[in-house]
C-alpha cells in the first residue's frame, strides 16, 4: 500500500482522483464496482442447523445416541426416548445460546456502521458508510465516526480517538502536513483510520482505502484466517469422554461376553451391556456444563461483556494474569471539574453561583467555547471540555445561562 503520508496534499489529490476537485455519481459508479462497498467480508455463516448438529459431536453423546438405537432394537422404547430427550434438550440449549450471542454481535456490528458527509457533484451530503469510495471528500466535526482510511486534506483542530487500533486512549492531533520516513500507525498524524472517531475540532479527508483493505479490515482479515483452538475445559472433556467411554465400553463388552459364555440368551446379554452402559455414563454432563456456561455468559452480558462462545467463559476463567494499560482501563478516562479559580478566589465546583457576574461570565465561557457534547449520558469530546459541559448541566440550567434554544 502506498504510504500516502509520506505525500502532499496536492500529490495525494493528483493521484486519486486527477484534475477532479470532487466526485460526480457516476464516478462513484465506477469506482464501487471496481473496488466494491466500504464493509467487512463476513465469513460464511453457519445455519442453525448446522450449529445444532454440531451439538452431537461430543464423544460421549455419540455413545448415547448409540445406546439409545441400540434400545430401540430391543423394544426398549421408553429408554430410548429418555436418552433421546436429554441429549436433545443439551442441544437445544447450545444452539440457542449461540445464536444469542450471534445476533448480540450483529447488533453491535450495525452500530459500526455510520453515515458520513461527504462531497459529492460539489454539494456535500450525509450517505451512508458502506456507500463512500476511494477518492471521495468526507468532512468531519467532533462525535463523528470515521467510516475509512483516508488522508487529512484540512484540520481545525482536528483530534481523533484511535484506542480501538493503537491502544493508545489519548486523543491525536491531525496535521494535513507531508510526514518523512517509514512511520508507524500511531505516529501517522496525517492519515485518519475506520473504527476511530473525532474527540475534538473539525477536518477534511480524502479516502484512500475502504472496506477490507481498511486498517480494521487487516485485523478482520487476520481474525478469518486465524483457526480455533479448543479451551482447555475443552480439551478436559474430551479427553475425560474419551477415557470414561473407552472403560465403560470394555466393561460391558466383557460383561458381555462372560454372559454369553455362560450360556445365556444373546439378546438378554445385550440388552443388560446396553443397559449398564447407558446407567454409567453421565449422560446429564454436556447439559450441565451447558446449563453453567450459559448462567456464566449471563451475567457477563448484564456488565456488557458479549460472549460468543460459551467455553471462553472457562477460558477467561483459566486466566491468571491481565496486563492493561492504566488510562481508561482501571480509570474512566473522564475528568470532572471539583474547583474554580475566579476573581482570585478558589471556589469548590459545588459552591458556584452562576448569578454572580464574573462567575457566571467565567462558566458562559467555558460553555459556549467548546465543541464536547453531553447527551443523554454519551459525552464526546476533549474529557476537559466535557467536564466544563458537565458542570454547567450541574448548576447553571436553573439559572439560564443557556438561553431559551438550550
Known sequence: MKAYYNETVETVRRDLNGEQDFLTNEEVKR?????????????????????????????????????????????????????????????????????????????LKQLAAPEAKVVRNGKVVQIPGREITVGDIVHLEAGDYIPADGRVLESASLKTDESALTGESLGVDKISDPLEGKLALGDQKNMVFSGSYVTYGRGVFLVTDIGMNTEVGKIASLLKNTSEKKTPLQVNLDQFGKKLSMMILLLCGALFVLQVLKGGNVADAFLFAVALAVAAIPEALSSIVTIVLAFGTRKMAKEGAIIRKLQSVEGLGSVSVICSDKTGTLTQNRMTIEHYYVDGRDIPADEIDPEDPLQGQMLRFSILCNDSTNVEGQEIGDPTETAMINLGDRGCKRCGIYGSDG
Open 31 to 107: 469506482r464501487q464496482e471496481k473496488f466494491g462497498f466500504n464493509e467487512l467480508a463476513e465469513g460464511k455463516k453457519k445455519s442453525s442447523l448446522q450449529i445444532f448438529l454440531e451439538q452431537y459431536k461430543d464423544f460421549l453423546v455419540l455413545i448415547l445416541i448409540v445406546s439409545a438405537v441400540g434400545s430401540l432394537f430391543l423394544g426398549e422404547t421408553e429408554s430410548a426416548a429418555v436418552i433421546l430427550l436429554v441429549i436433545t434438550m443439551n442441544a437445544i440449549l447450545g444452539t440457542v445460546q449461540t445464536i444469542k450471542a450471534e445476533n448480540s454481535l450483529e447488533s
